[in-house]
T-cell receptor, first 113, second 112 residues
Framework: NAGVMQNPRHLVRRRGQEARLRCSPM?????VYWYRQLPEEGLKFMVY????????ESGMPKERFSAEFPKEGPSILRIQQVVRGDSAAYFC???????????FGPGTRLTVT | AQSVTQLGSHVSVSEGALVLLRCNYS??????LFWYVQYPNQGLQLLLK??????LVKGINGFEAEFKKSETSFHLTKPSAHMSDAAEYFC??????????FGTGTRLKVLA
């Protein structure tokens, strides 16, 4: 029974490049959440998605960041024109319909050089 | 506004000693409270959670936490620390919705 899967686990990008982070929720889960963990800080909520819908993106920076969860395939967090301040661990979590109990993936550690 | 405060960003204990990690919260509605553990370069693993009912909650790996409404606290304890407990621990709060509020974490070091 696979848990939440994220790839890549580590991603290095130069300033100005694009970063794409993928998240496959647990089997049977239709809700996905993205969190960001900056160094020495706790996780901060970014966005909540259901299949083909963004429910709450109040934690997402207004520019350069976008997220999607298509009908088929993983959820994608996309960061355009990355800057050094985007270096962080990005965690995905998923939950079942009707439950807010979230299960977390191993995270993607993004380093911007 | 909701918030979570973890007192002590670093805690060291000797192997076999009591582990006590502190978490205080602020919430205008009855909270759901969680403790997660994060091992280096890994994701978060749920240790235990409080939603309603019994205020003393037992989790995995011998950890437990007690919800004290009067003190707005949810401290994590383990009677006897093991070397494998060395990790970072996060307290989190939810008002029963999807948005979790995390504390800044406490890094536990276990000394031989």
């Amino acid at each position: 029974n696979a848990g939440v899967m994220q790839n890549p686990r580590h991603l290095v990008r130069r300033r100005g490049q694009e970063a794409r982070l993928r998240c496959s929720p647990m089997k049977g889960h239709s809700h996905v959440y993205w969190y960001r963990q900056l160094p020495e800080e706790g996780l901060k909520f970014m966005v909540y998605l259901q299949k083909e819908n963004i429910i709450d993106e109040s934690g997402m920076p207004k520019e350069r960041f976008s997220a999607e969860f298509p009908k088929e395939g993983p959820s994608i967090l996309r960061i355009q024109q990355v800057v050094r301040g985007d270096s962080a661990a990005y965690f995905c979590a998923s939950s079942q319909q009707g439950s807010y109990e979230q299960y977390f993936g191993p995270g993607t550690r993004l380093t911007v050089t | 506004a909701q918030s979570v405060t973890q007192l002590g960003s670093h805690v060291s204990v000797s192997e076999g000693a009591l582990v006590l990690l502190r978490c205080n919260y602020s919430s205008s509605v009855p909270p759901y409270l969680f403790w997660y553990v994060q091992y280096p370069n890994q994701g978060l693993q749920l240790l235990l959670k409080y939603t309603t009912g019994a205020t003393l909650v037992k989790g995995i790996n011998g950890f437990e936490a007690e919800f004290k409404k009067s003190e707005t606290s949810f401290h994590l304890t383990k009677p006897s620390a093991h070397m494998s407990d060395a990790a970072e621990y996060f307290c989190a709060l939810s008002s029963g919705t999807y948005k979790y509020i995390f504390g800044t974490g406490t890094r536990l070091k276990v000394l031989a």
